[in-house]
């Protein structure tokens, strides 16, 4: 798969987990990543710098559970890997 197919496949999977939960926070950060992966299907550098900036603010669901808190974690961290890669950092 490529670069870009890895990038929409991973966003596309954090957006459904956390759509899934049902956490407060979540539906905003699944919508955002979402409009990122629209955006990543033009400019893949400009999707990921978003998708990056976003991973890293504060503003990150506040999960309860541990498995959730575990998953969104794994999840989070293959985002921000593909998303450093595309960037070159």
């Given at each position: 798969?490529?670069?870009?197919?890895?990038?929409?496949?991973?966003?596309?999977?954090?957006?459904?987990?956390?759509?899934?939960?049902?956490?407060?926070?979540?539906?905003?950060?699944?919508?955002?990543?979402?409009?990122?992966?629209?955006i990543?299907?033009?400019?893949?550098?400009?999707?990921?710098?978003?998708?990056?900036?976003?991973?890293?603010?504060?503003?990150?669901?506040?999960?309860?559970?541990?498995?959730?808190?575990?998953?969104?974690?794994?999840l989070?961290?293959?985002?921000?890997a593909?998303?450093?890669?595309?960037?070159?950092?």
């Amino acid at each position: 798969m490529s670069v870009h197919g890895e990038f929409q496949r991973l966003l596309s999977d954090l957006a459904g987990f956390l759509e899934r939960t049902g956490t407060p926070g979540c539906e905003e950060w699944a919508a955002e990543l979402k409009q990122f992966g629209v955006i990543g299907r033009e400019n893949v550098s400009e999707g990921a710098t978003r998708t990056l900036a976003l991973l890293q603010s504060d503003s990150a669901p506040e999960f309860v559970s541990p498995l959730e808190i575990e998953e969104f974690a794994r999840l989070q961290d293959h985002v921000a890997a593909i998303c450093r890669a595309i960037l070159g950092r």
